[in-house]
């Protein structure tokens, strides 16, 4: 599912994850969140709800791109020290450093795997990687308008037609 009030999609991956174990089903539950919307606060009381009911079973990832909605996320609200906060929290950790790379994000699922805890994956991402027009926007490609023409050269670079 997608969500549009932070912090809700989270919570309701929590509320997957535990009936997944009380069924017994062998599914692992995945769920993204962003480093603004781990400015929320509803994103703690979950994470400390994840570990109280032991979640081995959810992988979270967080798309650590440094950018909110109106400035880089340390000039609204730091979420440092983002690791630290996640171990307190009951957490396993992976921090992967190229978040954009997939061979290195599919390592750190393996690495998930295993533990037994719930595991918050950070990864440091740049914001419209793969798309110059929307990396260079920065800031404002939050909510920026694509024309059909933008839409045509971000589907070229995706498919590496540059
Ligand atoms: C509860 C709530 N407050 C405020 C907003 C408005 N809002 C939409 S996106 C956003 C910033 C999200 O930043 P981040 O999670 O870092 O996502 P990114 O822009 O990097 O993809 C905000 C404040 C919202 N959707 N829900
Ligand atoms: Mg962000």
């Not at 440092?80 to 390592?107: H, M, R, S, T």
Request: hydrophobic share 40%; with cysteine; aromatic share 8%.
């Amino acid at each position: 599912m997608t969500t549009g009030s932070l912090g809700q999609g989270f919570s309701c991956a929590i509320g997957v994850a535990l009936a997944s174990k009380l069924r017994n089903d062998g599914a692992t539950i995945y769920t993204i969140i962003g480093d603004g919307e781990s400015q929320e606060g509803q994103i703690w009381e979950a994470a400390m709800f994840a570990a109280h009911q032991n979640l081995d079973n959810l992988i979270g990832f967080t798309d650590y791109n440094k950018l909110q909605l109106d400035d880089l996320v340390e000039n609204i609200c730091s979420v440092e020290p983002l690791a630290d906060k996640w171990k307190a929290f009951g957490w396993e950790v992976i921090e992967v450093a190229n978040g954009n790379d997939c061979n290195q994000v599919d390592e750190a699922i393996s690495s998930a795997k295993v533990l037994k805890k719930p595991v918050m994956v950070i990864l440091n991402t740049v914001k419209g990687r793969g798309i110059g027009f929307a990396e260079r926007a920065g800031i404002y490609n939050h909510s920026m308008p694509v024309t059909k023409e933008m839409l045509e050269e971000g589907l070229k670079e995706l498919r590496g037609e540059f």
